[in-house]
């Protein structure tokens, strides 16, 4: 009588699941661009004065990095007057972004989402600001801005790489 009871409890329990659609299952990002050639210091530069244009625009004082895919430094400009915790949050943020082949956004969106498991990934800045530099569907490098609030500094890299490639 015992196990007549408890098997009409279980499957008391157990009946409203039965009738519930099973979740849809997060959809499946798209690969990423694989890495193309390094971008060369021209360009770099290129997007460091674009990107302090932006920032001059906007009231903003900031460093900007630029790296090339392995998340090595090719050229780094600073504004007067900026912080200097910004010097090594800019390069981070652009090593991550070309390491990981993302912008640091997307990053920071999962963290706020809970994904806390991200904090333990070496060398992964969760903080927006640093965004792939792609040309021809290749990802050559990576821009790291810092300075101002995490989405005013993804806004300026953003600026400086629409503005230097057109996109």
Do not use: C, H
Request: glycine share 10%.
């Amino acid at each position: 009588m015992k196990r007549l009871l408890l098997a009409l409890a279980v499957l008391a329990v157990a009946a409203p699941a039965w009738g519930q659609t099973p979740p849809t299952p997060a959809p499946v990002p798209a690969p990423a661009p694989p890495y193309g050639a390094p971008i060369g210091l021209e360009a770099a530069q290129a997007l460091i004065d674009r990107a302090m244009e932006a920032a001059r625009a906007r009231g903003f004082r900031l460093a900007v990095a630029v790296v090339e895919p392995s998340g090595e430094l090719v050229a780094f400009g600073r504004m007067d007057d900026v912080q200097y915790g910004s010097i090594n949050v800019a390069q981070a943020k652009a090593r991550s972004a070309a390491r990981f082949r993302s912008a640091t956004a997307a990053a920071e969106e999962r963290l706020a989402g809970g994904r806390m498991a991200l904090l333990a990934i070496d060398g992964l800045m969760p903080v927006a600001g640093g965004v792939p530099i792609v040309v021809d569907d290749r990802v050559v490098g990576a821009i790291g801005v810092s300075g101002a609030s995490s989405a005013q500094d993804d806004e300026v890299a953003r600026a400086a790489i629409a503005a230097v490639t057109g996109g």
